[in-house]
């Protein structure tokens, strides 16, 4: 693993935000930093859609959430001072996996040493019943580091 390459999950939401702002700040003029970010999809359920073009169009949507997060993300970057050529960005289905897993995979074929996500903002509650992303990447997490930003 990289300590000088990080992955920022994003989705668009105001931890997500919170994490670009972290991560632009940690990596603000340094050199030989590179910011991996990285949205993930998550395929809506077809069955309960009455139509294909129904499903196509939440699809769609998703994709351009995804897209706008990530120019979002990039751009909080580049303003904190991060250098343009030091940000890729990439979208991932999770089609065999879950979100978290997904992240991981991103994680390690970018050999990154660091993953950056927003807290979700779940009740306990909440998190006990539905799960967080953010808990199974901090579970998962051997031999690199995660900010987990709320």
């Not at 077809?46 to 998703?62: C, L, M, N, P, V």
């Not at 904190?80 to 990439?90: E, F, H, L, P, S």
Request: proline residues 1%; aromatic residues 4%.
């Amino acid at each position: 693993m990289n300590e000088k390459r990080s992955l920022l999950a994003v989705d668009g939401s105001d931890n997500s935000h919170r994490a670009a702002d972290y991560v632009g700040e940690a990596a603000a003029g340094g050199i030989g930093f590179h910011i991996e970010l990285a949205a993930v999809l998550v395929a809506p359920d077809a069955d309960i859609f009455s139509d294909k073009t129904s499903f196509q169009a939440e699809r769609d949507k998703r994709a351009g959430d995804a897209a706008q997060a990530l120019h979002m993300a990039r751009e909080t970057l580049i303003s904190k001072g991060v250098d343009a050529g030091a940000i890729g960005m990439r979208t991932m289905s999770c089609l065999d996996m879950d979100v978290a897993g997904t992240i991981l995979a991103v994680r390690q074929e970018a050999e990154c040493g660091t993953v950056a996500v927003g807290r979700r903002g779940l009740s306990k509650a909440e998190e006990f019943l539905l799960g967080s992303i953010s808990s199974r990447v901090v579970r998962h997490a051997k031999d690199f580091t995660v900010w987990v930003v709320g």
